[in-house]
Structure formats: structure tokens, C-alpha cells
T-cell receptor, first 111, second 112 residues
Framework: GENVEQHPSTLSVQEGDSAVIKCTYS??????FPWYKQELGKRPQLIID?????GEKKDQRIAVTLNKTAKHFSLHITETQPEDSAVYFC??????????FGSGTKLNVKP | EAQVTQNPRYLITVTGKKLTVTCSQN?????MSWYRQDPGLGLRQIYY???????DKGDVPEGYKVSRKEKRNFPLILESPSPNQTSLYFC???????????FGEGSWLTVV
């Protein structure tokens, strides 16, 4: 089956700096790559996603890049703010809605 | 309001006592699934369903059962819970393959 690895497990940045979280996947059949943000005690919520026919997608301060050949995708957050502090999960899914999640990155944005 | 509702939100039970966690969505989504979340392991898919009466195993199905008799409901059944099933459980739904997954609020389950 699919194996999704996520790095780093924790990330601490200063407010205003950029944060980058990276994920790799193993199954070339995966074609949908969402990113979720989970605040303490709450449910994961989608922040951005990308499909395998696209190399990059941006939404305000958040961007995701995908390299299908290398089987890796990354989340980029620019101009970080304290409210960006949370756990972020990447995931890889296929046409059957079978999803595999990374182990999560705890992002701490220091004011 | 579009939502995924799961119950109970918090439960402490004893080993071997059958329990059911209910899940209901009001978005007419075809796809529903169950995940468990454990520290350091992220979210792992237990079972998923592509439509009524169609279910399949996810990554960690052992010890769990599901059913999909109606489109809106997807209960998770633990026939004989064990302490290693202590976890945070999320139900989720999506409109179709490769679409946004909407998660329920989560159910904290402790098996003693």
C-alpha cells in the first residue's frame, strides 16, 4: 500500500518567516494530495489541495508544490502568524478515496 | 449547515463490551470513512464506503466493523473493544473521489 512520510515532525519559526513542510509518497497511483490543519482539540480542516495534473497551487499565503517524478509534495506558508500554529497533515489519495496521511508536523509560530 | 455528526463524543468503556459510534452526514455525500488518530501516527483509515452497501477495508481494519445501509449513516462497531483501541476517532465524508474530506468533530474512546 501507500506510504506517506512527512518532515519535519516539529517546526518552530519566528512570526513573519516562512515555513515549509515536506511529504513523500510511494504509490504512483495516488493522484490527490490535500493538506489539513488541525488545531488543538479540533477536527482536521482542509487548507489546500493539489491534483496530480498540476505542479503548483497557491492560495494567499499558502502554496503547495508537487513533483510527480520524485513523488514528493510540499506545503509553503509565507509571512507566518501566531494563528498558523497547529498540526499540519499531508495526505495522498487515489481514485477510490483511500487516503494515507503523514504523521503530522507541529508548527509553532513565535510572536 | 453542512456537517458530519458523530456520537458519542467521549466514551470510557470496558474491555469486551460492544459499542457503536454513530456517524451521520447531511451533505448527500457518497463517500464516507472512519479514521483513528494516535500520537505520532497521524490519521489512519479504518474503513471506507463508496456508496450504500459498498464498504472496504482501510489501513487498520482489525477489530472494527462498519455498515452502510443508508447513504447518510456510517456507524463504526467495536464488537469486543480492547485497550489498544483507545484512540481519537474521526468520521469523514466527501462528495466523490479526490474531493474535499469533511471530518466530524471526533470521538474520544477509552477502553479500560
Amino acid at each position: 500500500g501507500e506510504n506517506v512520510e512527512q518532515h519535519p515532525s516539529t517546526l518552530s519559526v519566528q512570526e513573519g518567516d516562512s515555513a515549509v513542510i515536506k511529504c513523500t509518497y510511494s504509490d504512483s497511483a495516488s493522484n490527490y494530495f490535500p493538506w489539513y490543519k488541525q488545531e488543538l482539540g479540533k477536527r482536521p480542516q482542509l487548507i489546500i489541495d493539489i491534483r496530480s495534473n498540476v505542479g503548483e497551487k497557491k492560495d494567499q499565503r499558502i502554496a503547495v508544490t508537487l513533483n510527480k517524478t520524485a513523488k514528493h509534495f510540499s506545503l509553503h506558508i509565507t509571512e507566518t502568524q501566531p494563528e498558523d500554529s497547529a498540526v499540519y497533515f499531508c495526505a495522498a489519495g487515489d481514485n477510490f478515496n483511500k487516503f494515507y496521511f503523514g504523521s503530522g508536523t507541529k508548527l509553532n509560530v513565535k510572536p | 449547515e453542512a456537517q458530519v455528526t458523530q456520537n458519542p463524543r467521549y466514551l470510557i468503556t470496558v474491555t469486551g463490551k460492544k459499542l457503536t459510534v454513530t456517524c451521520s452526514q447531511n451533505m448527500n455525500h457518497e463517500y464516507m470513512s472512519w479514521y483513528r488518530q494516535d500520537p505520532g501516527l497521524g490519521l489512519r483509515q479504518i474503513y471506507y464506503s463508496m456508496n450504500v452497501e459498498v464498504t472496504d477495508k482501510g489501513d487498520v481494519p482489525e477489530g472494527y466493523k462498519v455498515s452502510r445501509k443508508e447513504k447518510r449513516n456510517f456507524p463504526l462497531i467495536l464488537e469486543s473493544p480492547s485497550p489498544n483501541q483507545t484512540s481519537l476517532y474521526f468520521c469523514a465524508s466527501s462528495r466523490a473521489t479526490g474531493n474535499t474530506i469533511y471530518f466530524g468533530e471526533g470521538s474520544w474512546l477509552t477502553v479500560v
